[in-house]
């Protein structure tokens, strides 16, 4: 059984961090890929960033790429995004999110969800 749970969400003034954190059970890490997805508004879920357990890769989308940084600990949980230089456009729900490798190839690889954590940036 796999369980995914998110945490860290809250509200930060533009500028600020956040330290998003998802909990991880139950999940083949040596064949895997853990990453974060955000609901973009009127446009259903958009990708953010993506570690490979085997080789500790990491990828980011174009907007986040220079402010945001995700890292795991010694036992790959909990994972942790770190959130820099928060913009309005960042305010959304984020969801951790686990795939298997050779998901990776099709569309909506991933088949792991945890239940999301808001995260409000406003002045």
């Known amino acids: 059984e796999v369980q995914l749970v998110e945490s860290g969400g809250g509200l930060v003034q533009p500028g600020g961090s956040l330290r998003l954190s998802c909990a991880v059970s139950?999940?083949?890490?040596?064949?895997?890929?853990i990453s974060w997805v955000r609901q973009a508004p009127g446009k259903g879920l958009k990708w953010v960033s993506t570690?490979?357990?085997?080789?500790?890769?990491?990828y980011f989308e174009d907007s986040v790429k220079s402010r945001f940084t995700i890292s795991t600990d010694n036992a790959k949980t909990p994972l942790y995004l770190q959130m820099n230089s928060l913009k309005p456009e960042d305010k959304t729900v984020y969801y951790c999110?686990?795939?298997?490798?050779?998901?990776?190839?099709?569309?909506?690889?991933?088949?792991?969800w945890g239940q999301g954590t808001q995260v409000t940036v406003s002045s």
């Open positions: 570690i490979y357990s085997h080789s500790s890769n990491t």
């Open positions: 139950g999940f083949s890490f040596s064949s895997s890929v």
């Open positions: 999110a686990g795939a298997e490798y050779s998901r990776l190839q099709v569309e909506d690889p991933y088949d792991y």
